[in-house]
């Protein structure tokens, strides 16, 4: 007589709740199944995304992996300064790009084939000035706008090198709230006037993408990455991070539950669509109902050290060549050296536990 009755018979442990879940101790908990990519040694990683994929960039550069960092600090300049003004914090000096339509318009503009109308924000003297696209990156701002545009062009050819040089693009999906330029649809990270610039509802308007936008964007970032670099790989993931304020008429955790969800179905969409894109469950390994909110600092949102850690770990077990793990972590015990510029840099975004957020900004706003 067959056993097998019917089809979740006989099925693996891990797509059952009871087994994959519900017994499972919290440190233990491993929702990756079948992760199609091993990156090894020498292939080179490059990150961007939301304040959660500066945790991503830290922890990589301590697991013996390259990782890509195309936008260097200048020589001189100390660790601590470096990561002051966001060099190695991404792989290019980018600032969060919080939507997927930030990324296509990132890609548009490093090739010129998208420039704004909104080209600098200055404050109301004219005395600093800030670049609308990345305004958190220069602390204080530019002391020109001349400065700014030099440092844009550099900023920009730093990312046409990354997209043409990298194997691996750590994306890190954050947020489908957006503002943009009513002159040309200019997406920026943040609403013009929290940071820097001054909102005008004549000028800038809000839009909350929905999953159809959020795909095709992304669908289109796909296929110009494809044709700059066809090796590339992608790996999504989607921020756990809660957003700081909505510009909907809604509770924060409304939308919040609905921009996450729409980001995630959109990662699952694109893993099916493309054989370069994968997606790996860090949303899942924070936010599950096993982790009991641990890994969420006093604030509810900012995710703590042990989190991203977890993360980590898994995604070491899962998208490391096993013969790239070993050497992650070794220390060099031949010779002694001075350590370069990119891994002072790096040394000192390890210090940092909160990363740099934008989007914090809005913190700012609150009553009381």
Avoid at 33 to 47: E, L, R, S
Avoid at 68 to 74: G, R
Avoid at 91 to 98: D, I, K, L
Avoid at 175 to 197: H, M, Q, R, Y
Wanted: proline share 5%.
């Amino acid at each position: 007589m067959n056993d097998q009755t019917h089809f979740y018979a006989g099925r693996p442990a891990y797509t059952f709740w009871r087994t994959a879940v519900g017994t499972v101790k919290p440190a233990t908990f491993d929702p990756v199944t079948h992760f199609p990519f091993k990156i090894g040694q020498q292939d080179k990683v490059a990150t961007a995304g939301s304040c959660f994929a500066q945790h991503i960039a830290q922890h990589l550069a301590t697991m013996g992996l390259t990782y890509l960092v195309t936008e260097q600090a200048h020589p001189i300049g100390t660790p601590e300064m470096a990561s002051e003004y966001s060099y190695g914090t991404f792989s290019a000096r980018t600032g969060n790009v919080y939507t997927a339509r930030q990324l296509v318009q990132l890609f548009d503009r490093a090739y010129g084939c998208f420039t704004p109308a909104e080209t600098a924000w200055s404050d109301p003297d004219k005395q600093r000035w800030y670049d609308p696209f990345r305004p958190a990156i220069e602390p204080g701002g530019f002391w020109s706008e001349a400065e700014l545009h030099h440092d844009r062009a550099r900023h920009l050819a730093a990312v046409r090198q990354m997209f043409e040089s990298l194997d691996y693009f750590v994306f890190t999906m954050g947020l489908t709230e957006c503002w943009l330029s009513k002159a040309d649809g200019a997406a920026f990270p943040v609403c013009p006037g929290t940071i820097a610039g001054t909102y005008d509802s004549d000028q800038h308007y809000f839009q909350n993408f929905s999953l159809q936008d959020t795909v095709d964007d992304m669908n289109g970032f796909v296929q110009r990455l494809s044709e700059v670099n066809p090796r590339a790989k992608i790996i999504l993931t989607v921020s756990p991070v809660s957003l700081a304020a909505t510009a909907e008429d809604r509770h924060v955790a409304t939308s919040t539950t609905a921009s996450k969800a729409i980001l995630r179905v959109a990662c699952d969409q694109l893993e099916r669509a493309h054989d370069q894109v994968a997606y790996f469950p860090a949303y899942e390994i924070i936010t599950a109902n096993i982790t009991r909110g641990r890994y969420y600092a006093k604030d509810l949102r900012s995710v703590t050290d042990a989190g991203v850690k977890h993360v980590m770990r898994l995604f070491r077990r899962h998208a490391l060549d096993p013969e790239a793990i070993p050497l992650a972590g070794k220390r060099r015990t031949t010779k002694r050296r001075q350590p370069s510029t990119q891994e002072q840099t790096y040394a000192a975004a390890q210090a940092i536990i909160e990363a740099t957020c934008e989007e914090q900004a809005l913190d700012r706003a609150a009553p009381g």
